[in-house]
């Protein structure tokens, strides 16, 4: 028996695909809290609105590219584009530590923004068929706490770069992950999707390549994803913020120095998010049993918990208020990230899940580039702390639409299609 074969190798996919989901958020999060070192030799990024620039282009990129890899995901092998995905967001990292000036920085955060679009749709969506309905929650929500220690670690980049250099703290990152691309082509693989499998019972699998044009017209024909799409835009504007300028906001708000105010502020908010995760994903699908809209009623405490969360951030003045503040904001997204996907598969068939997703994912990281280049150039006219405040305000909105309009029959929208297939089935049966 293969390792494919075996009843726990979807947990390994899962713990595969976390390290690559660290190293996704890592090589990306390290240039936020190494900015200061890299100052020191590039001069234009002592400027705000330059180093919001730097990270907006890579969101920008990121999100223009996500439906395009979304769409590439539900046609291709995923396994293909997670592991080329990665040796080349990796290569990227490598190549940034020969950097000279903002322009080099520039156009290396475009070519990851659009190396690193490809791997999240592929990888969510490959968990989603390895966990059909049982699990799929607490997978898809462990696999994003990699995302989180990503985003900790990255933290830290101020202190390494310090205790080496920031050259050469790019340099490591950028061939760990090349190295351990080289390991994913032995030991990940792909899943048939779920329809292709029902087709194989019944006459040899011939795979339907459904045209883009269909598949965006069969999603955005459906209302609920409108739905989906809107409490994931805005969730991601608070999300993308505490990213990017929750260090910066803890260092002026608490008069730390950024060594530490990195640290504080990724590791306080991904701790929290595990924590979230593991309550949130069991809680889920354990619910969904019972009642059919339980994910959706787990991702909506999730942001009940964020709303005050935020506004505590951007006000507390204390060292002790704004991390329990933060630990709240975790616990609450970290529930709310568990069950995105999980969520979507309730509307959206295996189909199209992939380039749905990576819908989901472009209009959230475009609302987080306008709000990281905003922020920047707000930071001096009207503070961070009452940009924070104001994003409790949006996702008000969000809970209410969610918690309103959501109403799923099935736990998989699959499920929903075959029980409709077979009815069909029977009544011709009868009628013949």
Known sequence: MTLQEKKFYPWVVVGLLWVVALLNYLDRQMLSTM?????????????????????????????????????????VSRKTLIVGSLGVWSA?????????????????????????????????????????????SLAIGLHMTGLYCGQALGGFGSLVATTWSWQATFHWFGIAGVGYALVLLFLLHEKPRMRDMKKSETAPIKRNKESIARSLAVVFSTMAFWVILFFFASSSIPGWATKNWLPTLFHDNLNISMEWAGPMATLTIAAASFVGVIIGGPISDRWVRINVKGRIYTSAIGLSMMIPALVLIGLAQNAWLSVLAGLFFGVGYGMFDANNMPILCQFVSSRQRAMAYGIMNSVGVIMGAITTQLLGSLAESVGLNLCFAFMGAILIVSLVLQLSLLRPKHDDIDNEVEACSSVNLQSETIEA
């Not at 070192?37 to 996500?66: C, H, K, R, T």
């Not at 903002?102 to 968990?127: C, D, K, N, T, V």
């Open 35 to 75: 900015q200061q070192n890299i100052a020191l030799d590039i001069p234009a990024l002592q400027n705000a609105e330059a180093f919001g620039a730097l990270m907006a282009i890579f969101l920008w990129v990121y999100g223009i590219a996500s439906p395009f890899s979304g769409a590439v995901a539900d046609r």
């Open 92 to 136: 990227v990292t490598f190549l940034m530590g020969y950097c000279s000036d903002f322009h080099q920085l520039m156009w290396l955060r475009g070519i990851m923004g659009i190396s690193e679009a490809l791997y999240i749709p592929s990888a969510l969506s490959l968990i989603a068929d390895y966990f059909t309905g049982k699990g799929r």
